[in-house]
């Protein structure tokens, strides 16, 4: 960064606490949000029969991951610009997977969904939850082949010592060979364009279903608004593939904000869309929030009152 961006900035050490400060209040908050949701889906087995809840929670305990490496990677920049590349490579190999495995969550669960409404008589036999956990290995798998490749790639191209070295840790700098940034655009871009296909795909056969068939209206209009709300998260996955383009363009029209800017589209794209999944399900779902209600009202009562 620019030296000169610095001048006149008074206040820099403020900024710097309050940045950081915004961005681990963030994290705790919506961590404690997901981990209550967490704590309810494992306190009460009923759920973990449901396919549609398992997939959630996977999206879910995703979320509190990405959250906390976004932090984590986040605060490093300021506590330790230089990290050691062995070091580094882990995190960004597990932020990338995780990265990588939320729209192809979000695409498995828009399917279970179309299979409950348009397949309903089938969905019982499709939509196990032995099936849901090959799912979920599958995508957790997927997720993981762009990582694997870039990380064999740096191991047998870069000597011993280059993990040993520091280095700012961001992907492109630890990665820095021509097909890492090729490879890491085009996996990204291609997750992307099939899980918006399958979520305009699914969307539109239960919005036709709904409309040639009169039975179940109401879950049909249901599943189309989460299939809606889960392209909201989609976009700000999207999003945050062209937060470089987007940085680059506003800092050209205002340089001196060039730190204030990275921050806020961090703050759009990395953080605050692991706020939209609790409200998802754990807001919308009447059934979920029964659950919680109970599971979250009765640690309180039982913190009170022991002997209860």
């Known amino acids: 960064m620019n030296i000169s961006e610095f001048i006149n900035r008074q206040e820099f050490f403020e900024e710097t606490f309050f940045k950081n400060f915004i961005v681990v209040l963030f994290g705790i908050i919506i961590s404690c949000i997901n981990s209550s949701l967490v704590y309810t889906f494992f306190k009460n087995p ?38 050691t590349v062995g070091v580094c490579c882990i995190f ?18 828009a399917i279970e969904r179309f299979v409950a409404v348009c397949y309903p008589l089938h969905h019982a036999r499709i939509c196990t939850v032995q099936n849901t956990k090959i799912l979920i290995g599958i995508i957790w798998l997927v997720g993981a082949v762009p990582a694997v490749v870039d990380l064999l790639v740096v191991l047998i191209l870069h000597p011993l010592s280059f993990f040993t070295s520091s280095r700012k840790c961001y992907h492109r700098n ?19 364009c099939l ?7 699914t969307y539109f056969k239960v919005l036709f279903s709904a409309k040639a068939a009169a039975s179940e209206p109401a879950q049909a209009q249901k599943a189309r608004k ?49 706020l939209l999944s609790p409200l998802i399900y754990g ?12 599971s979250l009202m009765c640690g309180y009562k039982r913190a009170i009152d022991p002997s209860d």
């Open 92 to 109: 960004i190999f597990i932020g990338s997977s995780v990265y990588r495995n939320t729209p192809l969550n979000l695409a498995g669960m």
């Open 226 to 274: 989460t299939i809606l709300l889960h392209g909201v998260q989609l976009l700000l996955c999207t999003l945050s593939l062209f937060t470089a383009v987007l940085d680059g363009a506003l800092t050209s029209f205002f340089p001196y904000y060039r730190s204030i800017i990275y921050f806020c589209t961090f703050l759009l794209t990395s953080i605050l869309p692991r």
């Open 46 to 83: 009923v759920l973990a029969q449901e396919p549609r809840y398992i997939l959630y929670m996977q999206l879910i305990i995703n979320d509190i991951i990405t959250l906390s490496v976004c932090v984590a990677l986040f605060m490093f920049v300021y506590l330790l610009p230089d990290m």
């Open 174 to 192: 630890v990665f820095d060979f021509e097909y890492n940034i090729i490879s890491h655009a085009v996996f990204n871009i291609g997750y992307m």
């Open 195 to 201: 899980v918006w296909v399958l979520l305009f795909y």
């Open 283 to 294: 807001m919308r779902d009447q059934k979920f929030k029964k659950y919680m209600k109970s």
